[in-house]
Nanobody, 119 residues
Framework: QVHLVESGGGLVQPGGSQRLSCAAS????????MGWYRQPPGKSREQVAG???????TYADSVKRRFTISRDNAKNTAYLQMNSLKAEDTAVYFC?????????????WGQGIEVTVSS
Protein backbone atom coordinates (compact mmCIF):
# COMPACT_ATOMS: atom_id res chain seq x y z
CA GLN A 1 0.00 0.00 0.00
CA VAL A 2 1.24 3.48 -0.90
CA HIS A 3 1.12 6.48 1.41
CA LEU A 4 1.99 10.15 0.99
CA VAL A 5 3.02 11.82 4.23
CA GLU A 6 3.29 15.60 4.43
CA SER A 7 5.22 17.58 7.02
CA GLY A 8 5.96 21.21 7.75
CA GLY A 9 3.22 23.78 7.87
CA GLY A 10 1.85 25.71 10.78
CA LEU A 11 1.66 29.41 11.61
CA VAL A 12 3.99 31.89 9.92
CA GLN A 13 4.02 35.69 9.80
CA PRO A 14 3.45 37.60 6.57
CA GLY A 15 6.70 37.89 4.66
CA GLY A 16 8.05 34.76 6.28
CA SER A 17 9.10 31.42 4.84
CA GLN A 18 8.13 27.82 5.31
CA ARG A 19 9.02 24.50 3.73
CA LEU A 20 6.65 21.60 3.17
CA SER A 21 7.78 18.04 2.55
CA CYS A 22 5.93 15.10 1.01
CA ALA A 23 7.33 11.58 1.20
CA ALA A 24 5.96 8.58 -0.66
CA SER A 25 6.26 5.25 1.12
CA UNK A 26 5.12 1.69 0.67
CA UNK A 27 5.52 -0.57 -2.36
CA UNK A 28 6.69 2.26 -4.62
CA UNK A 29 8.40 1.34 -7.88
CA UNK A 30 8.64 4.87 -9.26
CA UNK A 31 7.18 8.30 -8.61
CA UNK A 32 6.27 10.17 -11.76
CA UNK A 33 4.77 13.65 -11.39
CA MET A 34 4.61 15.17 -7.90
CA GLY A 35 2.65 18.27 -7.10
CA TRP A 36 1.24 20.53 -4.44
CA TYR A 37 -2.33 21.76 -4.32
CA ARG A 38 -4.04 24.00 -1.79
CA GLN A 39 -7.55 24.73 -0.61
CA PRO A 40 -8.07 28.14 0.99
CA PRO A 41 -10.91 28.48 3.51
CA GLY A 42 -14.25 28.47 1.70
CA LYS A 43 -12.67 27.99 -1.72
CA SER A 44 -11.97 25.19 -4.16
CA ARG A 45 -8.74 23.23 -4.34
CA GLU A 46 -6.20 24.71 -6.75
CA GLN A 47 -2.88 23.56 -8.12
CA VAL A 48 0.16 25.38 -6.73
CA ALA A 49 3.13 23.68 -8.34
CA GLY A 50 4.19 20.47 -10.06
CA UNK A 51 7.46 18.72 -10.87
CA UNK A 52 8.28 15.83 -13.18
CA UNK A 53 10.73 13.05 -12.45
CA UNK A 54 13.26 14.86 -14.62
CA UNK A 55 12.84 18.13 -12.73
CA UNK A 56 10.56 20.07 -15.05
CA UNK A 57 8.40 22.46 -13.04
CA THR A 58 5.14 24.40 -13.33
CA TYR A 59 3.71 27.04 -11.03
CA ALA A 60 0.45 28.87 -10.52
CA ASP A 61 0.82 32.54 -11.45
CA SER A 62 0.00 33.54 -7.87
CA VAL A 63 3.10 31.81 -6.46
CA LYS A 64 5.67 32.33 -9.23
CA ARG A 65 8.97 33.80 -7.97
CA ARG A 66 7.91 33.12 -4.37
CA PHE A 67 7.52 29.33 -4.20
CA THR A 68 9.97 26.68 -5.38
CA ILE A 69 9.15 23.02 -5.84
CA SER A 70 11.93 20.43 -5.80
CA ARG A 71 12.32 16.71 -5.29
CA ASP A 72 14.76 14.05 -4.20
CA ASN A 73 14.10 11.02 -6.37
CA ALA A 74 16.25 8.76 -4.21
CA LYS A 75 13.97 9.54 -1.25
CA ASN A 76 10.68 9.71 -3.23
CA THR A 77 10.19 13.09 -1.61
CA ALA A 78 9.02 16.46 -2.89
CA TYR A 79 9.48 19.81 -1.23
CA LEU A 80 7.74 23.16 -1.49
CA GLN A 81 9.81 26.12 -0.35
CA MET A 82 7.49 29.06 0.26
CA ASN A 83 8.96 32.54 0.63
CA SER A 84 7.43 35.99 0.99
CA LEU A 85 4.26 34.43 2.31
CA LYS A 86 1.03 36.41 2.19
CA ALA A 87 -2.25 36.10 4.06
CA GLU A 88 -3.85 34.78 0.88
CA ASP A 89 -1.47 31.80 0.96
CA THR A 90 -3.37 30.54 4.00
CA ALA A 91 -4.80 27.15 3.06
CA VAL A 92 -4.66 23.44 3.57
CA TYR A 93 -1.88 22.18 1.32
CA PHE A 94 -2.12 18.74 -0.26
CA CYS A 95 0.58 16.67 -1.89
CA UNK A 96 -0.30 14.67 -4.99
CA UNK A 97 1.80 12.09 -6.79
CA UNK A 98 1.44 9.74 -9.71
CA UNK A 99 3.03 6.51 -8.56
CA UNK A 100 3.81 3.16 -10.05
CA UNK A 101 3.47 0.46 -7.38
CA UNK A 102 2.53 -3.18 -7.30
CA UNK A 103 -1.04 -1.90 -7.75
CA UNK A 104 -0.10 -0.32 -11.06
CA UNK A 105 -0.15 3.38 -11.97
CA UNK A 106 -2.35 5.59 -9.81
CA UNK A 107 -2.69 9.06 -8.33
CA UNK A 108 -2.34 9.44 -4.58
CA TRP A 109 -3.10 12.29 -2.17
CA GLY A 110 -1.63 13.21 1.16
CA GLN A 111 -3.84 13.97 4.15
CA GLY A 112 -3.32 17.72 3.89
CA ILE A 113 -1.40 20.10 6.10
CA GLU A 114 -2.44 23.56 7.29
CA VAL A 115 -0.47 26.67 6.53
CA THR A 116 -1.65 29.85 8.24
CA VAL A 117 -0.09 33.19 7.36
CA SER A 118 -1.01 35.72 10.00
CA SER A 119 0.54 38.27 12.31
Amino acid sequence: QVHLVESGGGLVQPGGSQRLSCAASGNVFSVEIMGWYRQPPGKSREQVAGITYGGGTTYADSVKRRFTISRDNAKNTAYLQMNSLKAEDTAVYFCNARIVSDDGLADYWGQGIEVTVSS
